[in-house]
């Protein structure tokens, strides 16, 4: 099985702040597509950015200038900065994985790091 454990969440003040890392763990796989989901207490769960394995990125827009994703294929490794954090970005963050194994595709979630921003 491919595992992903996340890491850097905390509590920040607005303006401040983090960097999320998030690393794949496993064997004979391959990874395509990783990325970052959040969720907030009673809101549904939603794609913040993604990179592929060659470096293509994608973020919506409120975060937009203000998180970079980037990805250590070497290490299998996915990182998120997030800087002029805003209490509105508090929420759970979930680090994704796309991959293959033989000639099936699998999706991996970490577990979650929390993220809170004090106003």
């Known amino acids: 099985q491919v595992q992903l454990v996340e890491s850097g969440g905390g509590l920040v003040q607005a303006g401040g702040s983090l960097r999320l890392s998030c690393a794949a763990s496993?064997?004979?796989?391959?990874?395509?597509?990783m990325g970052w989901y959040r969720q907030a207490p009673g809101k549904q769960r939603e794609l913040v950015a993604t990179?592929?394995?060659?470096?293509?990125?994608n973020y919506i827009d409120s975060v937009e200038g203000r998180f970079t994703i980037s990805r250590d294929n070497a290490k299998n490794t996915v990182f998120l900065e997030m800087n002029s954090l805003r209490p509105e970005d508090t929420a759970v963050y979930y680090c994704y994985a796309q991959f293959r194994r033989a000639l099936q595709f699998y999706d991996a979630w970490g577990q979650g790091t929390q993220v809170t921003v004090s106003s």
């Open positions: 990179i592929t394995s060659g470096g293509r990125t």
């Open positions: 496993g064997s004979s796989f391959s990874i395509n597509i």
